[in-house]
């Protein structure tokens, strides 16, 4: 297994009804392939440069546990989705992963200072 962090930028111009509609149709697929941890929904923010003629947008950071090459049909519909503004999906590190608790077996790291 492997721990997952993907970025989505949801359009500024959808309503909040709208965003969450696309974020619970983006954990369903998820959960299709994956075992979500943590969703992190940060609400509309200002970006620090226009993108696609667009300069707000709806931010959410999710951790997802899954099978190495498992996020693959999830990132290709977020290639194409038209209400994503821009995705990023990473691959954790095993230490941070295991410092967030993320995979089975690791305990999260605590501060001892």
């Given at each position: ?46 970006f620090a440069y226009e993108i696609d ?42 230490d941070e992963a295991a410092k967030r ?13």
């Amino acid at each position: 297994m492997r721990a997952y962090e993907l970025m989505v930028i949801h359009d500024g111009d959808l309503d909040d009804v709208q965003v969450q509609d696309a974020l619970k149709d983006l954990r369903t697929r998820i959960e299709q392939v994956g075992t979500i941890a943590e969703v992190d929904f940060w609400g509309r923010r200002k970006f620090a440069y226009e993108i696609d003629h667009k300069t707000e947008g709806y931010y959410s950071v999710i951790e997802v546990v899954a099978e190495g090459g498992a996020m693959d049909p999830v990132e290709r519909g977020l290639r194409i989705a038209d209400d994503v503004v821009r995705h990023k999906l990473i691959r954790l590190p095993d230490d941070e992963a295991a410092k967030r608790g993320l995979l089975a077996g690791s305990t999260p790291a605590t501060d001892t200072d």
